[in-house]
T-cell receptor, first 115, second 116 residues
Framework: AQSVTQPDIHITVSEGASLELRCNYS??????LFWYVQSPGQGLQLLLK??????LVQGIKGFEAEFKRSQSSFNLRKPSVHWSDAAEYFC?????????????FGQGTELSVKP | EAQVTQNPRYLITVTGKKLTVTCSQN?????MSWYRQDPGLGLRQIYY???????DKGDVPEGYKVSRKEKRNFPLILESPSPNQTSLYFC???????????????FGPGTRLLVL
């Protein structure tokens, strides 16, 4: 079955440390890939997306993600985490020519930031 | 300001009492969708609409109805709510479907529903 997996439910990092959030997908072809962030009490905000071209994608708030076809992965990274990055992060995919237009989400990774 | 709005933001109701959650976007988007978010499950699509008067079921449509009479509005209707519909609901919109060149979906702030 088609799926998106975020293996880490909860991650804690120290402020200023680097961050990597993992995302793996299971599809027959390359989908469109997204990372969203949900701050407490807020809706989802798009951080970045990939659909073709350079496999290293830059997003907002200093985030980047790298698409690796061989590993079916789209991991999110940030070189230096700020306390304001504490939030829940969702990886999502959608299929090309997906007439239903739905995003298929992973379970989410909650990020805590230690002072 | 371009945005998706939802009302109410919080709602407590009782089993069987019909309710409507409104969703409105001011970006002239064709595509709108409803998701529910549950712990450990991420977000799952309930219904979607490709354009006015065009709606279809998502992955978890049971117990929900929608309508799209105007381009900007896409209300979610629970005719007879049950406790298993207690959840956080998000409305989203995009210019076209996400499958079309990876269109970005813009999300509303969410509606937290508790059904007693």
């Amino acid at each position: 079955a088609q799926s998106v997996t975020q293996p880490d439910i909860h991650i804690t990092v120290s402020e200023g440390a680097s961050l990597e959030l993992r995302c793996n997908y299971s599809y027959g072809a390359t989908p469109y890939l997204f990372w969203y962030v949900q701050s407490p009490g807020q809706g989802l905000q798009l951080l970045l997306k990939y659909f073709s071209g350079d496999t290293l994608v830059q997003g907002i708030k200093g985030f980047e993600a790298e698409f690796k076809r061989s590993q079916s992965s789209f991991n999110l990274r940030k070189p230096s985490v700020h306390w304001s990055d504490a939030a829940e992060y969702f990886c999502a995919v959608t299929l090309i020519y997906n007439q239903g237009g739905k995003l298929i989400f992973g379970q989410g990774t909650e990020l805590s930031v230690k002072p | 300001e371009a945005q998706v709005t939802q009302n109410p933001r919080y709602l407590i109701t009782v089993t069987g009492k019909k309710l409507t959650v409104t969703c409105s976007q001011n970006m002239n988007h064709e595509y709108m969708s409803w998701y529910r978010q549950d712990p450990g499950l991420g977000l799952r699509q309930i219904y979607y609409s490709m354009n006015v008067e065009v709606t279809d079921k998502g992955d978890v449509p049971e117990g929900y109805k929608v309508s799209r009479k105007e381009k900007r509005n896409f209300p979610l209707i629970l005719e007879s709510p049950s406790p298993n519909q207690t959840s956080l609901y998000f409305c989203a919109s995009s210019l076209r479907t996400s499958g079309n060149r990876g269109e970005t979906q813009y999300f509303g702030p969410g509606t937290r529903l508790l059904v007693l």
